[in-house]
């Protein structure tokens, strides 16, 4: 009996420490020796045949066989498992001198560029940026610019009603009013980028909305000659330092003189067009007064800037909508610039 296990201990064994094992294999050979059907099993059957002196020799002869073949069992184990691990990373190798893949990245918008560069030049010039509600009081959008309930300057901004007091803002000018409301009677510099509504048929130059930039300046001895140097200035910072502007006089109720600016642009054949970008003007004394200034101590220069105006001369865009349709192919152009 006891040639006869270990026998079976050394050809377990054997085939065990063989090579080229795999988790299979080597379950196989469990279920062989250990398993319920296995030689180890069958041996153990035999156990009542043989004599009390003999039945606990070789009991305990089996257990240590079992026990080797089983540590034995779980070394080879783990040898597959680690050796299975190294073929898999291996085979999941990465090779860092591969080209990466590109990700698809944004671009700010180009009329976001534009506002991001009229910020930049007044923000140095210690003006503050101001924001109001696109869903505007009557009383901010129009009375408090000097424009009353029948006022036919109301016609020149045909605008969408939401109720009877209320609209889409048709300028971003009722920023003055509450910017006024808000510093108390004091000094002040604002402008106010943001969109505006009206009811206008849209072409390719004009959109049923679109943006502007509302700027605001109120102190002591303000002049015309602000106003213009300001304007100069703006126009200047976005289009270089040769650009020349045309002021034209015009009419706005909340302004006292008012302005139209045009930019004046050389064509290919040296003839001059003039292109308006924004109206402007010295602000007027009632709007003064009712946002809460003395008009004989304060004065103010107001101007209103179409975005969209500046963004196709700065970037040569036919048409306004393009702005509005989100084709990337137009969007990607303006990337970096
Ligand atoms: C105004 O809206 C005044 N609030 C501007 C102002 C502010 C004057 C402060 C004085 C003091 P106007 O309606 O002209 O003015 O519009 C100003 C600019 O907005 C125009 O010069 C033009 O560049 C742009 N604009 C006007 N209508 C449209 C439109 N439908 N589509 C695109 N841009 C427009």
Not at 62 to 70: H, L, Y
Not at 141 to 151: D, P, Q, R, S, T
Not at 256 to 269: I, Q
Not at 291 to 309: L, N, S, T
């Amino acid at each position: 009996m006891e040639q006869r296990l270990n026998e079976i201990l050394r050809e377990a064994l054997e085939k065990i420490n063989q090579n080229d094992h795999t988790l299979k294999s080597l379950e196989e050979i469990r279920l062989a020796y250990l398993g319920k059907k296995g030689v180890l099993t069958e041996v153990m059957a035999g156990l009542r045949n043989l004599t009390p002196e003999e039945k606990p020799v070789i009991g305990q002869k089996i257990n240590v066989i079992k026990a080797t073949i089983e540590n034995t069992l779980k070394d080879a184990k783990t040898k597959v498992e680690d050796q299975e691990l190294l073929k898999l990373l291996e085979s999941e190798k990465i090779d860092p001198t591969l080209p990466g893949l590109k990700l698809p990245t944004g671009s700010i918008h180009p009329l976001n560029q534009v506002i991001e560069d009229v910020e930049d030049l007044f923000l140095g010039l210690g003006y503050e940026v101001a924001d109001g509600p696109e869903l505007e009081k009557d009383l901010y959008n129009f009375e408090m610019m000097n424009i009353g309930k029948n006022h036919p300057a109301r016609a020149m901004q045909d605008s969408f009603f939401v109720d009877e007091e209320t609209l889409l803002r048709t300028h971003t000018s009722p920023v003055q009013a509450r910017a006024m409301l808000a510093h108390k009677g004091k000094p002040l510099a604002i402008i106010c980028p943001g969109k505006v509504y009206r009811r206008d048929n849209d072409d390719l130059t004009h959109s049923h909305q679109f943006m502007q930039i509302e700027g605001l300046v109120i102190d002591e001895h303000i002049t015309f000659g602000h106003l213009k140097d300001t304007l100069l200035k703006m126009v200047r910072h976005l289009f270089g330092n040769e650009r020349e502007i045309r002021l034209r006089p015009s009419y706005f109720p909340f302004t006292e003189p008012s302005v139209e600016v045009d930019v004046v642009w050389t064509k290919a054949d040296g003839t001059k067009t003039y292109i308006e970008v924004l109206g402007a003007g010295l602000v007027h004394p009632d709007v003064l007064k009712m946002g809460g200034y003395d008009p004989d101590k304060f004065q103010g220069f107001a101007f209103g800037i179409g975005v969209e105006r500046i963004a196709i001369l700065k970037y040569h865009v036919e048409d306004i909508r393009n702005f509005y349709t989100n084709d990337i192919r137009f969007l990607k152009q303006f990337r970096g610039k």
